[in-house]
């Protein structure tokens, strides 16, 4: 089991920025790739960032150039800065890792963006 703490979501104002944090609870060297989605009112969660164990990201095409993965290996937490946040980023993010092939969820933290 792993379980997935996340903090740092709040409102912002257009243009603003804001860093999500998620702690593991499993060291993230077991960790085979930890990544953020996210899930706006009325639509389907999609995937914003990830970051394999090999330092390999992946980025939605909406958020590239604004939005950053990291972690921090001493504290077994993984991050997502956004900067440049628009209207459309308002949404639940979700921290995600996968362990083993075995998919793990944060309980999600509330971004709000507004104009």
């Known amino acids: 089991q792993v379980q997935l703490v996340e903090s740092g979501g709040g409102l912002v104002q257009t243009g603003g920025s804001l860093k999500l944090s998620c702690a593991t609870s499993r060291s993230i060297f077991s960790i085979d790739v930890m990544g953020w989605y996210r899930q706006a009112p009325g639509k389907q969660r999609e995937l914003v960032a990830s970051l394999t164990s090999g330092g390999r990201t992946n980025y939605a095409d909406s958020v590239k150039g604004r939005f950053t993965i990291s972690r921090d290996n001493a504290k077994n937490t993984v991050y997502l800065q956004m900067n440049s946040l628009k209207s459309e980023d308002t949404a639940v993010y979700y921290c995600?890792?996968?362990?083993?092939?075995?998919?793990?969820w944060g309980q999600g933290t509330q971004v709000t963006v507004s104009s």
């Open positions: 995600h890792v996968v362990v083993h092939w075995v998919d793990y």
